[in-house]
Nanobody, 120 residues
Framework: QVLLVESGGGLVQPGGSLRLSCAAS????????MGWYRQAPGKERELVAT???????NYADSVKGRFTISRDNAKNTVTLQINSLKPEDTAVYYC??????????????WGKGTLVIVSS
């Protein structure tokens, strides 16, 4: 199985920054796309950013210029640097990865999320 564990969430003032990380472990042969999603209270989960195995990135319009996604293939980690935080960025942030396991089965995996609260 594959386990994704997010870290780095917390309470931050508007305009502040956080760095979210997601570490993957388990029976991993290869990780394809990696991404971050978020779900605000009372809202549906939405895409924040994705990064392909080749390093191509995609961002939601609401976070372009403020968020940066990166990956470390050697460590099976994906990071989301979030700057200029706004109250509307408050949400649970989830890591998502497309993984081929060591028995060559493809699957879509989610972490349990890390809470980001932007408030003064």
């Amino acid at each position: 199985q594959v386990l994704l564990v997010e870290s780095g969430g917390g309470l931050v003032q508007p305009g502040g920054s956080l760095r979210l990380s997601c570490a993957a472990s388990g029976s991993i042969f290869r990780i394809y796309a990696m991404g971050w999603y978020r779900q605000a209270p009372g809202k549906e989960r939405e895409l924040v950013a994705t990064i392909s195995s080749g390093g191509s990135t995609n961002y939601a319009d609401s976070v372009k210029g403020r968020f940066t996604i990166s990956r470390d293939n050697a460590k099976n980690t994906v990071t989301l640097q979030i700057n200029s935080l706004k109250p509307e960025d408050t949400a649970v942030y989830y890591c998502n990865e497309e993984v081929m396991t060591s028995d060559y089965v493809n699957g879509d995996y989610w972490g349990k999320g890390t809470l980001v609260i932007v408030s003064s």
